[in-house]
């Protein structure tokens, strides 16, 4: 794993990520894929789904603010990004809290065209489907490796289970990720841009399982150094954007990843 | 009237607020409810409605860029809110400018559940309905209590009419407060963050004179306190949401607050 | 040509914006209107379009996030623009790359009421009609103007061409500018603010080729001063926003412009 030269790659190639993601974080997703290095297209109308994602090289679904008309759109996206085979990451936001969002993942799945699955412990927890037997999400951290890896296998396709930790597994090879800052909880959209940010390793790098940790570490990386210039969430914001478009090989000594 | 004790409530409890509101202002509404200490949740999907509110602890409607399907959704969140017993603030964005607007505000009125109704004079005279009698919207501040008393009454909830000044009132008790800054209005959306704030306010004192008055106090302030470090909107915008994380005890100290 | 009169006009008349817009920009967009003096307003419901744009000063449409409902809402404010003798500016954003957006904005188009075309070289081209003709967007810039004028003489409208250098023409008169910054491509929105600028000064000087020169110049040189204070393109939209508050007489003096 090289995260550094993928980056390069990105930087150089500026993949197009086709993203069908939430009204909220629309603007900041585009922003960070665009400091990154990646080129983010956002557009959702069923006409035209075919012409843009046949061109993109990534695909990234994110269920925040979906709608009965939304669904359909992010459905046939699905489909699509199986049909041209390209790779596409699902953020099941808010899975779990309602019945809706739930059932939505779980349809997205049935493609069989995601390729990277990314949510937080709760929402992972819910598309796992043993609901009774965890007691409430923060109580997951210990087990968590292993309903991510049978989840991962379940589905063929690699799961990111984020949180202070993340854990990520492909069924083979599992890794856990402690890198990060507590600011990512006090802004919107931070789960959402990291999305976007994986979204755009998978572009450049087809093993899955690599570039999540990829994604994880520049995106996680870049928030530790955004940190100390923001004197609180406003300003944490603007100074993300502003460091992943600074990241440098030597950053990424700051990693702090265990391949288990 | 206790605001800092409110303020920590807030932090502690981490209330969920479910919000309608509008595409323009979604990602500054969610980033500053945040910084503030409570949990924002946008979701507008009829279908995840009763999930969503049924566990919320107070309910936002803004109908800043509304259309018919999302009309719908905000009937609905308006019936749930009585349903559930979740206190529902109002922000009749731009009623009085089309009839569409005016329409709708009256609508969600009709449910008997909105606890505040938070406006500008102008969207707050057009549901008072005598447009005839007041020429021009400046000309108000001087009759503007009398209005905001009238239609509390009318309709048994607390009114505010924001502007240089704000006016509160519930019907019995009155409330006049003088903080604030220019800056607020050469941004979009300082209103919607406003609801968003008197929001959580509403979710831990269901006292929501109180809980108005609290909000406003504690935004307003805020914005005094991002004024002195922005050089222009764009700053100001950013240490608004930086502001309102960093309130102490002490900077209430700074209230301007008037009770007739 | 009096650019910063014009800019004087805009702060003393503060005139209303109708803006029908995607939802990546729309807060951007509404917060560099208020920042250059000038008042917006996003709304798409069909049926308060009406109410809307008779008393609007301008009419902005963008059709990036485009699907069939907001089509229907852009035809609509596209005939009552003409119905209201409102000037109109057409983004046509991502026209070629999806033939949905060719032909929505092509239909547009048809309705006679836009006064002002603006799109970056390749959404020109596709307008145009000659894809066979030239092979790929980069190859374009000295072929540029003779299409931008063919295009205006044609529509009878004014045609903006963006890029390194913008190329503008009402079929009679021609300008290229040469202002302008890297970072523009370094953030999401920039073609999008730069639409809100000029239906800014559209809305108060109808010599649509000179307020359009008007608008890009000002974009663009409040780009270059921000650009000074940035430390990546996070802080670089904030400052575009502060810039563009504060530009002054003497910064015209970095105008460079030519009329050919």
Redesign the interface.
Known sequence: MNVYEDLEKIRKTRPLIHHIT???????S??IT??LGAS?????????LE??IS?ADAVYINI??????WIESMLIAAELSGKYNKPLLLDPV?SG?????TNVSLKILGYGSVKILKGNSGEILSLYGQKGAIKGVDSLSEGNMNIVEELAEKYNLTVISTGKYDYVSDGKRNAVIKNGTEMFG????SGCMLGSVISSFMAVNRDYFVSSVEGLLTFEIAGELAEKFS?????F???????I??IEEKHYAMSRVEFL
């Open positions: 939430n009204f909220v974080v629309m603007n900041d585009a922003n665009l400091s983010p297209i956002m557009a959702h109308a069923k006409e035209e012409d843009l061109i925040g603010t979906l709608d009965s008309s808010g809290a309602s019945k809706l969002r006090k802004i919107t959209g004197s609180g969430p406003g300003s914001r603007e100074n993300l954007i502003d460091s478009g600074s």
